[in-house]
């Protein structure tokens, strides 16, 4: 896993980490710099087990290498728990059962959700729900912002050759 970007980011993934211990999360694995690296703003992997939902590190974006994970006792409470935040960029439904991710997926008011890990195709609209993102960036819904629709109402069609008929009414 590579660095993060300055000390200063390091300093806060740091800070959201003592937040987490101090809250009871319990620190399952990293929580601290890499002993074996001197330079650098690197952060071991960190996992915390038995994360509340209210707690910060479950509601605030870390952006840093910690993981929260929330216990749910059934489905409809771990879609209840996964849309209980002000955030919606990505999400991942874990399940070999293709009909239940599609079925938990139209569920999660999440931008973008995967099937099995984080999905993501360029040619196709990224954007999220909520606080996370502005618009829609790639696909054609990332082109919309930046056109003029124009609807042009004629009484017959004209001779000239018509390229797009979307808009045009005879």
């Given at each position: 896993?590579?660095p993060?970007a300055?000390?200063r980011?390091r300093?806060?993934v740091?800070s959201?980490?003592?937040r987490?211990k101090?809250?009871?999360?319990v ?7 890499p002993s ?9 992997p ?5 994360v ?11 952006f840093?290498?910690?993981l ?13 728990i ?5 955030y919606?960029?990505n999400?991942s439904?874990?399940?070999n059962d293709?009909?239940r991710a ?14 099995n890990?984080?999905?993501?195709d360029?040619?196709?609209?990224f ?5 996370s993102?502005i618009g829609?960036?790639?696909?054609t ?13 004629l009484?017959e069609?004209p001779?000239?050759?018509?390229t797009s008929?979307s808009t045009?009414?005879?």
């Amino acid at each position: 896993m590579g660095p993060l970007a300055t000390r200063r980011q390091r300093e806060r993934v740091e800070s959201y980490i003592a937040r987490g211990k101090a809250e009871g999360a319990v620190l399952v694995t990293g929580g601290g710099r890499p002993s074996d690296l001197k330079r650098g703003f690197y952060i071991q992997p960190t996992v915390f087990g038995h994360v509340d939902n209210q707690s910060t590190i479950a509601r605030e974006e870390i952006f840093g290498p910690v993981l929260s994970v929330i216990c749910a006792r059934t489905e409809s409470e771990a879609i209840a728990i996964a849309n209980d935040t002000e955030y919606g960029l990505n999400a991942s439904v874990f399940t070999n059962d293709v009909d239940r991710a599609y079925g938990v997926a139209r569920q999660l008011r999440s931008g973008t959700v995967g099937h099995n890990g984080l999905r993501t195709d360029f040619g196709i609209a990224f954007g999220g729900f909520k606080q996370s993102g502005i618009g829609r960036e790639g696909g054609t819904e990332g082109l919309l912002p930046f056109l003029e629709a124009k609807t042009v109402l004629l009484e017959e069609w004209p001779s000239q050759k018509v390229t797009s008929t979307s808009t045009l009414s005879v």
